[in-house]
């Protein structure tokens, strides 16, 4: 008579399930920071490129009107933000106003506000500021738009 031969097992163990487990756990723990990191540096692009657009959006108006800077609405001129004012030079002003790092960026959209800066040096009507174009020493050194502060008021 032959020995019986064991049966063949269809199943993991459960040690080797905790196992298999354990590694997943492992390799998701190692990927999610860099997940993370590259989605804060996707939306940290964004945010330059809004500024590149904005840039762009000054210069054209810029050149549509005799090398005359935006005014900001501080200058008591304008009912409407600076960034309305180049509005017609943008290609949807609304989705660039915003920075999406801004921590204030949804209460920014309700004020009509943005979370860029122009520069007063440029866009109000002061004793040494230079409101055309043509009146600056070097343009590629003149910052026009930067990014606020999260601590200024929406």
């Excluded at 459960?14 to 996707?42: K, Q």
Aim: one cysteine or more.
């Amino acid at each position: 008579m032959k020995p019986r031969q064991p049966a063949t097992r269809a199943a993991f163990t459960l040690v080797e399930l905790l196992v298999v487990v354990a590694i997943i756990g492992l390799l998701l723990a190692l990927l999610f920071p860099a997940v993370m990191s590259t989605r804060a540096t996707a939306r940290n692009t964004k945010c330059k490129n809004n500024l590149r657009q904005i840039g762009l959006g000054i210069a054209n108006f810029t050149n549509a009107h005799n090398g005359d800077f935006p005014q900001t609405y501080h200058a008591g001129t304008d009912e409407d933000s600076w960034i309305y004012t180049i509005a017609p030079y943008l290609e949807g002003v609304d989705k660039m106003r915003i920075c999406p790092e801004d921590r204030k960026g949804d209460e920014r959209l309700d004020h009509h506000g943005t979370s860029y800066v122009i520069n007063g040096y440029i866009s109000l009507p002061l004793l040494d500021s230079r409101r055309n174009i043509n009146d600056l020493d070097a343009t590629t050194r003149t910052i026009t738009v930067f990014e606020g502060s999260d601590m200024r008021d929406p």
